[in-house]
């Protein structure tokens, strides 16, 4: 499966869309494209920018969402290659710093790139012609980054694709939001669980306001998956496994649950790595037993947090 080559086969399609998409191209830069800095950008961009960072390997929808969590409107994604979509594509686990320029990097890209230690212990590592990434920034890429991005992953410059899009923008919110499977499998990774058990995988988490600036747009992202994020998770093998590992997964399991992300995050002076890594995980998840028929659930939703944090 090549992951990469599904992404750019999104990415050929832009041109085409991006008048509709309300997207379009950075100026001077070959197969880079802005999805919030410049350009308005809309929902619709935003599922596709999910769909790029999850290499095409997932099915994303928004919904309205329970009156009982949020009266707005609720991102769902489905997949059945949750390894795939998720930890080898769509983890934000690449930092990309180039003089003042910063980015988180996602999407598969990064499978091409092999920096991260993750890359030893699931699969997806891959040599591609043509390498495809997601930006988390409202900084305009540069040569340089390209050049950076490019030699990374072995590629000449002109085979970067790119799609940008800052925090604190419609398609941005978008296609944070839709990162909930994606942490439930982080935790449980770093939890030492075998994901290859996983088989297939549903999430959803509220889609909150689009926040004023990006700093408050991180912590009302944060906040709809720590405190609104509901993921199920289908799985092969024993159940003693599932029983014992379920209770660790959502974001209860943190003592820094039960604020809202920004006042966690000012506590630490805005450094997540001080953050304790246990509460970066959905709300609530349900572990089903393919073999067994048998489920697991912990967790819990808190509607007042998300209150604080879309509506403060």
Not at 12 to 25: D, G, K, W, Y
Not at 229 to 241: E, K
């Amino acid at each position: 499966m090549q992951i990469n080559q599904r992404a750019f086969e999104l990415i050929q399609t832009l041109s085409e869309r991006a008048e509709l998409l309300r997207i379009q191209p950075f100026p001077g830069l070959a197969n880079v494209w802005d999805f919030g800095v410049h350009a308005e950008g809309g929902l619709a961009a935003g599922i596709l920018l999910a769909r790029i960072c999850m290499a095409d390997l997932a099915t994303i929808r928004i919904f309205p969402s329970d009156e009982n969590d949020w009266s707005g409107a609720t991102v769902t994604v489905q997949t059945d290659h949750p390894v795939m979509a998720c930890m080898a594509s769509q983890y934000a686990g690449w930092q990309i710093s180039e003089g003042s320029f910063f980015a988180m990097g996602s999407g598969p890209m990064r499978a091409a790139a092999k920096k991260e230690k993750l890359f030893d212990e699931i699969p997806g590592q891959e040599s591609p012609d043509v390498i495809v990434g997601v930006l988390e920034t409202r900084a305009t890429p540069t040569t340089e980054v390209i050049s950076q991005i490019a030699n990374a992953c072995h590629v000449a410059s002109e085979q970067v694709c790119l799609a940008v899009a800052p925090t604190a923008s419609q398609a941005g919110t978008v296609q944070v939001v839709a990162r909930a499977i994606e942490t439930s499998l982080h935790k449980m990774h770093e939890l030492g669980f075998d994901l290859s058990r996983v088989k297939s995988a549903m999430g959803s988490a509220p889609l909150p306001p689009v926040a004023k600036d990006d700093l408050a747009g991180i912590g009302r992202t944060n906040d709809a998956v720590l405190y609104g994020g509901r993921v199920t998770l289908w799985l092969r093998g024993d159940d003693a496994s599932l029983a014992s590992i379920v209770d660790q997964i959502p974001s209860n399991a943190s003592n820094d649950f039960g604020r809202p992300f920004r006042d966690i995050f000012a506590r630490y002076n805005h450094d997540f790595y001080q953050i304790d890594p246990h509460l970066f995980s959905p709300a609530r998840i349900t572990l089903i037993n393919l073999d067994t028929g048998a489920s697991f659930s912990a967790g819990r939703v808190i509607p007042e947090v998300l209150a604080k944090s879309f509506l403060g």
